[in-house]
């Protein structure tokens, strides 16, 4: 399978457009408490302009503070997911990329709740922080009900196009991991044809989950409503 993924660092990414919402309803005052208290502790440094001008690479194992492994989940919605994992999985240290602030105020309560240290919150675009991560330094990835921009002339936001998926593909270690959820059965079709193509292989394709899985809100939504959620697994060749 071929690899057409970027092979190196590049120290002068591209202006590049965000779409999607950054805020929502107004904040609870514990939300707020959240935001003021706990999120400058977990956020990765170097990630903006103005902390690392030059770009330069981040070692994402020093976040956490020791050679743990690091995994990334990729718009962590309300956080149970993340929460979920970092419980789990206390040895390795996971990235949550969200730049809808009220889903990282939720994601602060969870953090708090559980009690969980192996964490570490990036309240911005994804492609931000792999703009600065090393080659093959996460081994492991997450894509939960990501926004699944329906309508056709929008499906080049979708996460799963080359402009996410060359950079992931990048910073993913050899054999990691790479899982997608959702119940739209059209993202689910665009997974399957755009991610192989960047260097992954498809290894799972069910409409059962894994073994080690929560239901989050938006999965509760979607059977609510009829959708019927669907999950696929690659692995970095």
Not at 105 to 119: D, F, S
Not at 188 to 202: D, K
């Amino acid at each position: 399978m071929s690899d057409t993924s970027k092979s190196s660092f590049d120290p002068d990414p591209p202006r590049r457009n965000f779409y999607g919402r950054r805020h929502g309803k107004t904040l609870r005052q514990s939300q707020k408490g959240y935001l003021s208290e706990d999120l400058g502790e977990l956020r990765p440094r170097g990630i903006s302009l103005d902390e690392n001008p030059g770009r330069r690479q981040i070692d994402p194992r020093a976040i956490f503070g020791d050679q743990r492994p690091v995994w990334l989940e990729v718009g962590f919605g309300g956080g149970e997911h993340m929460v979920h994992m970092a419980k789990t999985y206390p040895g390795i240290g996971i990235i949550g990329c969200e730049p809808f602030i009220n889903g990282v105020a939720m994601l602060l309560g969870k953090i708090r709740a559980a009690e969980v240290a192996n964490v570490s919150v990036h309240p911005g675009d994804a492609r931000d922080l792999m703009d600065v991560l090393p080659d093959a330094s996460i081994e492991r990835s997450f894509l939960m009900y990501p926004d699944p921009w329906p309508k056709a002339r929008h499906h080049r936001r979708r996460f799963v196009t080359p402009e996410h998926l060359l950079p992931l593909a990048r910073v993913m270690a050899p054999g990691g991991i790479f899982r997608v959820a959702s119940d739209i059965p059209d993202y689910i079709r665009q997974a399957r044809e755009e991610v192989p193509p960047v260097g992954f292989e498809m290894i799972l394709d069910t409409d059962r989950a894994w073994d080690d899985w929560i239901r989050t809100r938006y999965e509760q939504k979607a059977l609510r409503a009829g959708r019927a959620p669907h999950y696929l697994t690659f692995r970095r060749t």
